[in-house]
């Protein structure tokens, strides 16, 4: 009787040591998962927030885009890009504009009233690393010229910041500005820079005075 008493609580022992040893490792395993789901997590956060550092600082770079029929616009994104930086750009239009000015005048004057975007050769898929862009066109029947209107509509423009400046023959930059803000509704347009086309070459000295103001 005896015997069968200490054998029973010998198979007892091992019975409880046998749960106690399981219960041990899956605490152990518990942990290592539950330590494994924290430094994944972790990790996700830190990636993400390398990602963001890094989508800031590729939107910190500047773009000069531009369309210049004659040279007077050309110019003067020139003389802007040497003063801000970054990268330049000149729209061009798949199908060039005639040569000849009364033709040039009629297409561009139906392109402008009937709001054609004319189909561009360059334009860009993908700007999403530029978070200033300052944009250049001759002025047409008092707006933005068709293939700058083409360029903002082909493009996402949200959250960035639109410099506009202008080369014309009229009275101004007319309704640029608010054409510009109608196809960039998402984006912020600054204070916009306007010469005339003949002046260009004499424009340093306000180009810098605009430049500091906007700064």
Known sequence: MKKKVILYALCMLCFLLMISFGL??????CSTSINAKNCKAEMQMLNDFIDKEQ?????????????????NTRKLANMIH????????????LELYPDD???????GRKE????????????????????TIYLGSPIWFETIAPPV???LYGQSLAGKTIVPFCTYDGLGAGQSIEEITHLSPN??????????RTEVEKAGEALDKWLNEID
């Open 187 to 196: 984006a912020k347009v600054a204070q916009g820079f306007a010469v005339k």
């Open 24 to 29: 041990i490792a899956y605490a152990k395993t």
């Open 82 to 93: 040497e003063k801000v930086g970054g990268d330049i750009l000149e729209i061009q239009p």
């Open 55 to 71: 989508q800031v600082k590729k939107a910190d770079k500047t773009l000069v885009v531009y369309y210049a029929y004659s040279d």
């Open 149 to 151: 209107a083409s360029f």
């Open 101 to 107: 000015y009364n033709a040039v005048y009629a297409q």
């Open 112 to 131: 402008v009233e009937e709001h054609i975007k004319p189909q561009l050769s360059n334009n860009l898929t993908d700007i999403s690393e530029y978070g």
